[in-house]
């Protein structure tokens, strides 16, 4: 294997690796609240089914693994 083909095979598996786990943490925080995004948490905080003090921190948190997961997946597909 070429030393280029190498490191693009590696970044992609560390790259499928983290998307995993990050798909997996957002998951867990939807699951948590009972929404499939952080608009959804967002809409549901507004409607009063949860406090903007119970759900502050999970909010951002779910709103930056979004963020992350879409960043790793354009790379990807650049891959």
């Known amino acids: 294997m070429k030393p280029k083909e190498l490191l693009k095979e590696s970044l992609k598996t560390?790259?499928?690796?983290?998307l995993s786990k990050?798909?997996?943490d957002i998951f867990l925080l939807a699951k948590k609240y009972g929404v499939k995004?952080?608009?959804?948490l967002d809409a549901k905080v507004k409607e009063g089914f949860f406090t903007e003090?119970?759900?502050y921190e999970d909010y951002f948190t779910l709103d930056n693994?979004?963020?992350?997961r879409d960043?790793?997946?354009?790379?990807?597909?650049?891959?």
Do not use: G, P, Q, S
């Open 53 to 55: 003090k119970e759900a």
């Open 65 to 68: 693994l979004e963020a992350e």
């Open 37 to 40: 995004d952080v608009f959804e």
């Open 14 to 18: 560390y790259l499928e690796k983290r």
């Open 71 to 79: 960043k790793i997946k354009k790379y990807l597909e650049k891959l």
């Open 22 to 24: 990050v798909e997996a």
